[in-house]
């Protein structure tokens, strides 16, 4: 008696079946690997900084705002010099529903009340505390006296961990002591990011996202004293959020380039 091959078993599959598989391929397609391709060509086949031709002129502050997200903006190939991110609506709601759980108004405005006020870095700026005063033996015993009901907070400081030496190579951090501050620009560059994508995506309008942009612009101005120090918080916050993933060199990177880079718009707007 012969054994059956894949090419039998499908011989003798219903109709309906292949009706079904279809329309799960088509399903993918639209879903993930097009927004991905637009998203790739975007940033892939175009210079950096990418510019709108439309739209008012903005005011300095809100430069300074958009300047706040730069970081995550950029990454993603969104325009820098307007609110409207130049990305398709459709696949920024996507995004926004795979990334934040981002599906309807009410999601987008829990979600971006979340970031301004609370976000991560209550819990990450007290992981830098411990990993940069605790000694490596102990920081497991801090963990669980001092983190209580904060089920991620090993999981976070080993991110912290294994992204130092690349925070290092980057540039980002000399050594531990640079660790010491806040992971607050992780908050205010993700904030910016997200109101200007439910923006693009009719989930706010107009004047909620440059409310919730200025309210990050005027928390980083308080804050940082310059690009430089919020690009650093940032990249600390996103280590201890990501640790060493294939992303972090590239936002190292991104992070330099708007500091140095002739075009950026953190050379042509300072925070302050």
Known sequence: MSESGPLQVLAVLPWYVYVLLGVMAVSFIVTKVLPFLRTAKRIVSTKKYLESSKGAPLSLDQRRGLGVGAIGAEQQGFFVNSLETGAHASDLRGKLTEWWGIDSRDAALQTTHWLAEQGHRGLFDRLLQVYTEVPPAERQRAIAQHFAGEERASEYLGNLDAAFKTLQEEGVVADRNALRGTTLAWDLGRLVVVARSCYTTGYIDEREAWSLIGR?????????????????????????????????????????????????????????
């Open 216 to 272: 990050a612009q005027a928390e980083a101005a308080r804050t940082f004293a310059d690009w430089a120090a919020f690009s650093r918080s940032f990249l600390i916050g996103r280590a201890v959020w990501g640790g060493d993933d294939l992303a972090l060199p590239g936002l190292c990177a991104i992070g330099q380039g708007l500091q140095t880079d002739e075009g950026s718009p953190w050379r042509s707007t300072p925070l302050r």
